[in-house]
């Protein structure tokens, strides 16, 4: 081997480590479970490692595949507890179960029935209670209350953003500074 093809060897195996490592940081909060799920595109070598390490074996949390084309798949990414949490809320289960959800299922079954909508049908919007957005945020942005764009800042805001700017600040403050083994 020369020096240039080591040179390209180890520049793949750091941008892999690299890649590896932004995916972590994204699902730490979930991992931790501070938020329900996180959705991500990620290479089928860092699918590999990420789920080895960290899910094989975590009954807590789990990573489903949504779809796959070539060396890329887009997942998510949940933490059951956390999750079933959001899913036992009045609101979300009135919002699930007019969306065809079966809400007295398993977080599994919920999560799967996600899956099945966002590959058959047009963009399912009540994903954002399954990424832990508030309520009233996913509501506005469906349409289905009147409370007025206000901010956008990790996903759309509407009306009064105190508690969704908390959750978000929540959220930002999980991914910083760890340190994953």
Known sequence: MNGQTIFKEQLKNIKTYLGIARCLQRIVPTIDGVKPAEILTICENQFNSIYNKYFKE???IDMITIKQRGEKRQVIVYHRECLKAILKQKGVQ????????????TVECNVGYLVRRIKNEPFPHEIGVFLGYPLKDVFGYMRLNTLPHTKTMGWCMYGNTRESERIYAKYCAARECKEIS
Do not use: Q, R, T
């Not at 179960?97 to 079966?102: C, L, M, V």
């Open 58 to 60: 975590n009954k807590s």
């Open 94 to 105: 009135f919002l699930l179960k007019s969306k065809g959800y079966p809400i007295d299922s």
